[in-house]
């Protein structure tokens, strides 16, 4: 109740968007991003990750106030598959405002802010006062080439039903828990788009997609 109780005092929309990553800004430096990064927020939970590389961190989150939060050390990390400096480089700029090794910068505060037309605009701060500028838009980067896929339903019980328009042959289909061990993996095609989920435990996992060009996505979800 407590928890819920903290969480209720923070500006709602926080928990309402997902946040995609702008700009990073250290030591008075600002980094553009090379790849999408995402942020999502829960009253007991936070994953700062990149789904283009199936790369992420998972930990649990308190509040204090109206726009204070802390961070647990020693989040879970899901290490992603990416090699290549060019999307590397950002991403640990992006996590180390968060995160020095497994320390975290805490406290953190953050600040919404309502742009042009619906969009909103997130800056977080660390103790350190480096930043990150978040929107509620993703930004259009070049060089990726991602999946247009969703699940359903999330959360899921037994069945996982995979939606695209973007199918292309056969897509490899690989279940990741929150520590990066390999859970699941299997084909589908376009005539087949269900994974029976029913023998794995409940908790948060993470699926990856890639079809036969080469087109990636990754996606949290919850199986009960």
Request: one cysteine or more.
């Amino acid at each position: 109740m407590l928890v819920s109780f903290i969480s209720l005092a923070q500006d709602p929309q926080l928990f309402e968007n997902n946040w995609y990553v702008q700009k990073v800004t250290i030591n008075n430096v600002d980094y553009l991003p090379t790849l999408s990064g995402e942020l999502y927020f829960a009253s007991d939970g936070f994953t700062v990750g990149h789904p283009f590389c199936a790369d992420y961190y998972d930990t649990p989150i308190s509040y204090e106030g109206s726009d204070i939060f802390n961070l647990e050390e020693d989040p879970l990390n899901l290490i992603g598959f990416c090699a290549d400096p060019f999307y590397t480089d950002f991403m640990n700029l992006h996590y180390s405002i968060f995160f020095n090794t497994s320390l975290a910068k805490n406290p953190f505060s953050y600040l919404i802010e309502s742009g042009s037309g619906d969009t909103k605009t997130l800056r977080i701060t660390n103790n350190e006062g480096d930043e990150a500028i978040y929107g509620d838009n993703e930004l259009a980067i070049q060089d990726q080439e991602k999946l247009v896929v969703s699940i359903y339903p999330n959360p899921v019980q037994d069945i996982l039903r995979i939606k695209t328009d973007d199918f292309a042959g056969v897509f490899d289909i690989n279940i990741y828990d929150l520590e990066g061990r390999l859970m699941l993996t299997k084909k589908i095609d376009t005539t087949s788009n269900a994974i029976n989920l029913e023998n794995l435990e409940a908790g948060v996992y993470f699926i990856l997609l890639e079809n036969n060009l080469g087109k990636i996505d990754s996606i949290k979800f919850i199986k009960k």
